[in-house]
C-alpha cells in the first residue's frame, strides 16, 4: 500500500470512532437514563483520549510527507487531514481530555440550573469551561487571538474581525426594518391546543417532504433540537410545545436541513474527513434555508396551512395568507430558537460579542448574566425577566462551543445567496411548493452543494454553488421585500 493508502486506512477508523462519541452525545441529550451524567463523562473522555492520540499519531506526519493525492478528492482528503493534525498537535492530550470530560457533565449542570433558573448554581461550571476554551485558543492561536483560533474549528479561514465587519454592514438594515416592522399593526397569531403526536406525526411529514431519509435516520424529543451523525446514519431530534405547533414543525425542518445535507455527500466519501460537511456556516445555510426561505414562503405555507387545517380543525386563521402572516409573525421575544428571521440576527450579534469578550478576558464569567441583561434591554428594549430567558437559555456555552454562535449568521447570509441562485434557475418553483412539493429545491441543493461534502473550502463551495461570490446583500434585499410586504411598510 502507498503511504496515501495506509494514511486513508488509519483516518477511517478515527472518523468511525468519531462517530461513536457523537453517538453518545446523542444518547446523552435524548435518551440516556438521569444518573448516568458522571460515567458518561468518564466514557466520553476516555475516548476523547483515543481519538486525541490517534489524531496526533506521529505516523501522521510521515504518511503527509510521502503521501500523493492524484485527484481532487485526494488533495481534499490530505488538505482536511493536515489542518486537522496541525491543529490537533498544538492541544496537549490532558487538556483535550479535561475539555471533553468537562463539557459532558456541564451540558447536565447547565439543564438542571436552567431548570431552576440557578444562576449561581451554574457559575462554578461556567468558570471551569471558559478557563478551559481560552487555554484551548491559547494553545491554538500559538500567539495570535484565541478567539480567531476557536471561530476556525467551525469556519475555517473566518476570523473575528471578519465576523465584526460583516455584523457591523448587516446591523443597520436589520435594526431600520425591525422599527419599521415594529410600528406596523402585527398579524394574527394561531389560538389553540395542538395535541402532542398529532404535532409528531406531522412534523414526521415534513421531513420526508423535505428529504429526509428515514432508512437512515430517526426522529426524537430533546431539550435543544439537533442534528447528528454523518453518512448512513444521521439522526435529529424536535421539541413540542401544545400552544405553539410552529416550534415543532420548524425545528424539524430546520434539523432536516443539517441532515439532508449529511445524507446527500457522496456515498463515496462516508468515513473519510470529507465525508461531512465543510463548516458550520454551509451547514447552517442549509438548515436555514430549508427553515425559512423555503419552509416559511408564502407557497409552501399555503400548502401547510391545509394540512393543519385537516389535522387540526379551526385555529384561529380564516385563510391561507393570514396564515403565511403568522408564520413570519416578527416580535422581539426572548429566545433565539423562536426568533423570526428579521430579530434573529441580533440574537447572533449579541452573544458574538458576549463570548468574544469572555475568550479574550474582558468579560468575567460571573459577570456575563447582568452584560447579558443590559445588552439584550439595549437590543431589544425588553427586561430579561428570568434567566432560562437570557443567559441560561444556550446549551452552547455549557458545551464548549464557543466561536460557534456566529455561524448561524453566516449560514443565514450563505442561504440568501444560496436561495436567490436557485430561484434564478427554477422559476416554475413557486407552484411546487404550493403543492407541498420542494424536491426542485432540495434537488438543486444537493447537486450543487451538499454533494460535495468538505471537497471545497467553505465559501468556496458556496460560491461554485451560486455563481457569484457571497455577501450579506442578497439576505438583507430578502429580508426587507418579504416583511416590508407582509406588513406594508
Same mark, same amino acid.
Request: glycine share 10%.
Given at each position: 500500500m502507498?503511504? =496515501?493508502d495506509?494514511?486513508?486506512?488509519? $483516518?477511517?477508523?478515527?472518523?468511525?470512532l468519531?462517530q461513536?462519541?457523537?453517538?453518545? &452525545?446523542?444518547d446523552?441529550?435524548t @435518551?440516556?437514563?438521569?444518573?448516568s451524567?458522571?460515567?458518561?463523562?468518564?466514557?466520553?473522555?476516555?475516548?476523547?483520549?483515543v481519538?486525541?492520540?490517534?489524531?496526533?499519531?506521529?505516523?501522521?506526519a510521515?504518511w503527509?510527507?510521502?503521501?500523493?493525492?492524484?485527484?481532487?478528492?485526494?488533495?481534499?482528503?490530505?488538505? $482536511?487531514?493536515?489542518r486537522?493534525?496541525t491543529r490537533?498537535? !498544538?492541544?496537549?492530550? !490532558?487538556?483535550?481530555?479535561?475539555?471533553?470530560?468537562?463539557?459532558?457533565l456541564a $451540558?447536565?449542570?447547565?439543564?438542571?440550573c436552567r431548570?431552576?433558573?440557578?444562576?449561581?448554581?451554574?457559575l462554578?461550571t461556567?468558570?471551569? @469551561?471558559?478557563?478551559l !476554551?481560552?487555554a484551548?485558543?491559547?494553545?491554538?492561536? *500559538?500567539?495570535? %487571538?484565541?478567539y480567531?483560533?476557536?471561530?476556525d474549528?467551525?469556519?475555517? &479561514?473566518?476570523?473575528?474581525?471578519?465576523?465584526?465587519?460583516?455584523f457591523?454592514?448587516?446591523?443597520?438594515?436589520?435594526?431600520?426594518?425591525?422599527?419599521?416592522?415594529?410600528?406596523?399593526?402585527?398579524?394574527?397569531?394561531?389560538?389553540?391546543?395542538?395535541?402532542?403526536?398529532?404535532?409528531? *406525526?406531522?412534523?414526521?411529514?415534513?421531513?420526508?417532504?423535505?428529504?429526509?431519509?428515514?432508512?437512515?435516520?430517526r426522529?426524537?424529543?430533546a431539550?435543544?433540537?439537533?442534528s447528528s &451523525?454523518?453518512?448512513? %446514519?444521521?439522526?435529529?431530534t424536535?421539541?413540542?410545545?401544545?400552544? %405553539?405547533?410552529?416550534?415543532?414543525?420548524?425545528?424539524?425542518?430546520?434539523?432536516?436541513?443539517? /441532515? *439532508?445535507y449529511?445524507?446527500g455527500?457522496?456515498?463515496?466519501?462516508?468515513?473519510?474527513?470529507?465525508?461531512?460537511?465543510?463548516?458550520?456556516?454551509?451547514?447552517?445555510s442549509?438548515?436555514?434555508s430549508?427553515?425559512?426561505?423555503?419552509?416559511?414562503?408564502? /407557497?409552501f405555507?399555503?400548502?401547510?396551512?391545509g394540512?393543519?387545517?385537516?389535522?387540526?380543525?379551526?385555529?384561529?386563521?380564516?385563510?391561507?395568507?393570514?396564515?403565511?402572516?403568522?408564520v413570519?409573525?416578527?416580535?422581539?421575544?426572548?429566545?433565539?430558537?423562536?426568533?423570526?428571521?428579521?430579530?434573529?440576527?441580533?440574537?447572533?450579534?449579541?452573544r458574538?460579542?458576549?463570548?468574544?469578550?469572555?475568550?479574550?478576558?474582558?468579560?468575567q464569567?460571573?459577570?456575563?448574566?447582568?452584560?447579558?441583561?443590559?445588552?439584550?434591554?439595549a437590543? =431589544? &428594549?425588553?427586561?430579561v425577566?428570568?434567566?432560562?430567558?437570557?443567559?441560561?437559555?444556550? @446549551?452552547h456555552?455549557?458545551?464548549g462551543?464557543?466561536g460557534?454562535?456566529?455561524?448561524?449568521? +453566516?449560514?443565514?447570509?450563505? /442561504?440568501?445567496?444560496? @436561495?436567490?441562485?436557485l430561484?434564478?434557475?427554477i422559476?416554475?418553483l413557486?407552484?411546487?411548493?404550493?403543492?407541498?412539493?420542494?424536491s426542485?429545491?432540495?434537488?438543486?441543493?444537493r447537486?450543487? +452543494? $451538499?454533494r460535495?461534502?468538505?471537497?471545497y473550502?467553505?465559501?468556496?463551495?458556496?460560491?461554485?454553488?451560486?455563481?457569484?461570490?457571497?455577501s450579506?446583500?442578497?439576505?438583507?434585499?430578502?429580508?426587507?421585500? !418579504?416583511?416590508?410586504?407582509?406588513y406594508?411598510?
Amino acid at each position: 500500500m502507498s503511504a =496515501f493508502d495506509d494514511l486513508m486506512a488509519f $483516518q477511517r477508523q478515527t472518523e468511525a470512532l468519531a462517530q461513536v462519541a457523537g453517538r453518545l &452525545g446523542w444518547d446523552q441529550e435524548t @435518551v440516556m437514563p438521569e444518573g448516568s451524567a458522571g460515567q458518561r463523562a468518564e466514557e466520553i473522555g476516555a475516548l476523547e483520549g483515543v481519538l486525541h492520540a490517534r489524531r496526533t499519531d506521529p505516523r501522521i506526519a510521515g504518511w503527509l510527507e510521502a503521501a500523493q493525492a492524484t485527484d481532487a478528492v485526494g488533495q481534499a482528503q490530505l488538505r $482536511q487531514i493536515r489542518r486537522s493534525f496541525t491543529r490537533t498537535m !498544538k492541544v496537549p492530550a !490532558k487538556l483535550a481530555e479535561e475539555i471533553a470530560t468537562t463539557m459532558s457533565l456541564a $451540558q447536565g449542570v447547565w439543564a438542571e440550573c436552567r431548570a431552576r433558573e440557578d444562576v449561581a448554581g451554574f457559575l462554578p461550571t461556567l468558570r471551569k @469551561v471558559v478557563e478551559l !476554551k481560552r487555554a484551548e485558543g491559547a494553545a491554538l492561536a *500559538a500567539g495570535g %487571538d484565541p478567539y480567531d483560533a476557536l471561530v476556525d474549528d467551525y469556519e475555517p &479561514g473566518m476570523t473575528g474581525a471578519a465576523i465584526a465587519a460583516m455584523f457591523d454592514a448587516m446591523r443597520p438594515r436589520l435594526v431600520a426594518l425591525r422599527e419599521k416592522v415594529l410600528g406596523a399593526a402585527a398579524p394574527k397569531g394561531v389560538v389553540g391546543t395542538f395535541g402532542t403526536e398529532a404535532q409528531l *406525526a406531522l412534523s414526521r411529514e415534513l421531513a420526508t417532504v423535505f428529504g429526509y431519509d428515514w432508512s437512515r435516520g430517526r426522529v426524537d424529543l430533546a431539550v435543544h433540537p439537533f442534528s447528528s &451523525g454523518s453518512g448512513h %446514519d444521521v439522526r435529529i431530534t424536535t421539541r413540542v410545545s401544545e400552544t %405553539d405547533p410552529f416550534n415543532c414543525f420548524y425545528s424539524t425542518i430546520h434539523e432536516v436541513g443539517h /441532515a *439532508a445535507y449529511e445524507q446527500g455527500i457522496d456515498p463515496s466519501f462516508a468515513l473519510t474527513p470529507i465525508g461531512q460537511g465543510v463548516s458550520m456556516g454551509v451547514h447552517e445555510s442549509q438548515s436555514r434555508s430549508y427553515e425559512n426561505q423555503l419552509g416559511r414562503s408564502g /407557497a409552501f405555507t399555503g400548502w401547510l396551512f391545509g394540512r393543519m387545517r385537516e389535522v387540526f380543525g379551526e385555529f384561529g386563521i380564516a385563510d391561507a395568507e393570514g396564515f403565511y402572516k403568522a408564520v413570519n409573525r416578527v416580535h422581539p421575544g426572548y429566545i433565539r430558537t423562536e426568533a423570526d428571521e428579521v430579530h434573529y440576527n441580533l440574537h447572533i450579534m449579541m452573544r458574538f460579542d458576549l463570548e468574544r469578550a469572555l475568550i479574550r478576558g474582558d468579560l468575567q464569567a460571573e459577570d456575563l448574566e447582568a452584560a447579558w441583561n443590559e445588552r439584550f434591554r439595549a437590543d =431589544f &428594549g425588553v427586561a430579561v425577566d428570568r434567566p432560562s430567558n437570557g443567559m441560561l437559555q444556550d @446549551v452552547h456555552w455549557s458545551c464548549g462551543l464557543f466561536g460557534y454562535f456566529p455561524t448561524y449568521t +453566516l449560514g443565514n447570509v450563505y /442561504a440568501g445567496c444560496l @436561495v436567490k441562485a436557485l430561484r434564478a434557475e427554477i422559476p416554475g418553483l413557486d407552484g411546487m411548493m404550493a403543492q407541498g412539493d420542494v424536491s426542485a429545491a432540495t434537488g438543486w441543493l444537493r447537486e450543487r +452543494l $451538499q454533494r460535495h461534502g468538505g471537497l471545497y473550502e467553505p465559501r468556496d463551495v458556496v460560491r461554485r454553488a451560486c455563481g457569484f461570490e457571497p455577501s450579506e446583500g442578497p439576505l438583507l434585499d430578502y429580508l426587507e421585500a !418579504k416583511f416590508g410586504a407582509i406588513y406594508g411598510v
